[in-house]
């Protein structure tokens, strides 16, 4: 398989932002707040690293912080991205871990749903409880903050755990569980005046930015990224209309995108769906198209929840087919956003249409350098409503 580029950066190519963020003290908390490409997931992951590199030192005894992700393909690119040299874990897993070893019964659940946590018996269970024990884990390292709900913070306060480093953006909020900054900053005990922003953006080529900020809800307690410098060579972000009546049909498309794998072995392209069932459509379709390639199939694999296995590597090229609930945190060379039909939402609800644009914002986002949205001609497309209709922002074929 082609090697792609996918690393930490080093000490060295840090902004002077970045930089000041990845010293900050070891001890209390910290709230760090950027837009997608700013580094701020990778400022944890240094931080986390220092840590790490800490613990080795000891001749005994566990690593002395908890480096918590959203999901679990997101732990997965961390531990690539770290070798293996992190200690991180999906919160919600580590979180019932942490209660039970502390009031010695199991974390209370919603229905008997572990993924659906009962926090008003959580807190009511740690407020009972006498001689709680030390954190085990005293620092926390929390990446994509804003998508653990107010009271899991609230709850950790009460457990005894005194110092984080919580990098969130309230601008890509995914979850129905989610805290705003206030929310984090208040379970902290901080001023929300206090958090340090990350306002530039090292990630995504100029166009992609540009689609991507024109599905930004402009916050003041989480601003947009800002543009980085035009490019010469990235491609404007394109529209695209398929199906019986227009230029191209399902195959056609399905071949497109595998001859684009093939001409850039090294090139990773990730395939956002609005659904399951839109997952297993593409990925079969993916696996299973006839055509002649030059270096063979690429390399397809995917990621719903709960799957324990797959190649998932992200250092090198291929096709990623996820829905779009897993693709935050990620980062891919390309995205395709797969029949985009499917995302719903009703023009007249303006709380609905936010959460809309925030989805796109983090999926457009997640590419570097290009990005394809792909609609069904023969179906009605609720999202056309935020839609940019400036060619220089969206070309649209059919």
């Not at 950027?34 to 000891?58: C, D, E, F, Q, W």
């Not at 690119?77 to 199991?106: C, Q, T, Y």
């Not at 402009?218 to 398929?242: H, I, N």
Request: charged share 25%; proline share 8%.
């Amino acid at each position: 398989m082609a090697k792609r580029r996918w690393a930490l950066p080093n000490i060295e190519d840090l902004s002077k932002d970045q930089e000041r963020v990845r010293l900050l003290p070891k001890e209390g908390c910290h709230l760090i707040v950027g837009g997608p490409g700013t580094g701020k997931s990778v400022i944890a992951l240094l931080r986390a690293r220092r840590h790490h590199r800490v613990g080795a030192t000891r001749s005994s005894g566990p690593q002395d912080y908890a480096f918590l992700v959203y999901n679990r393909l997101l732990l997965e690119a961390s531990r690539e991205l770290m070798d293996g040299a992190v200690n991180a874990h999906p919160w919600i897993g580590w979180f019932r871990s942490v209660f039970k070893s502390a009031l010695k019964h199991p974390c209370p659940a919603m229905n008997g749903r572990s993924f659906a946590l009962d926090w008003s018996a959580i807190r009511t269970a740690i407020a009972a409880a006498t001689d709680l024990p030390a954190p085990g884990t005293p620092f926390l390292i929390i990446d994509e903050g804003q998508d653990m709900p107010p009271p899991f913070y609230q709850a950790l306060a009460e457990l005894g755990f005194e110092h984080f480093f919580v990098v969130a953006d309230q601008n890509q909020q995914i979850t129905d569980e989610h805290s705003t900054i206030r929310d984090i900053a208040n379970a902290l005990a901080l001023d929300p005046q206090e958090r340090i922003e990350l306002r530039d953006n090292y990630r995504n080529a100029y166009p992609v930015a540009r689609l991507a900020l024109a599905f930004c809800v402009e916050d003041p307690a989480s601003p947009c990224t800002q543009l980085p410098p035009p490019g010469r060579s990235a491609k404007t972000p394109v529209l695209v209309d398929y199906g019986p009546k227009c230029q191209w049909g399902f195959d056609e498309v399905v071949v497109r995108i595998l001859k684009a794998a093939d001409r850039d072995p090294a090139r990773l392209f990730g395939i956002i769906t609005p659904d399951d069932k839109t997952r297993l459509r593409w990925l079969h379709a993916l696996g299973h198209q006839p055509v002649e390639l030059d270096h063979g199939r690429p390399r397809i694999c995917t990621y719903a929840s709960g799957d324990d296995a797959g190649d998932r590597r992200f250092t090198e090229g291929g096709i990623f087919v996820i829905n779009a609930q897993s693709a935050k945190g990620l980062e891919f060379d390309s995205v395709v956003l797969a029949d985009i039909n499917g995302f719903h939402c009703r023009p007249e609800d303006k709380h609905q249409m936010d959460d809309l644009r925030r989805r796109f914002y983090v999926m457009v986002s997640r590419a570097r350098e290009r990005v394809v949205l792909l609609r069904q001609a023969d179906r009605p497309c609720p999202c056309e409503a935020i839609l940019p209709p400036d060619p220089e922002v969206l070309r649209r074929w059919s």
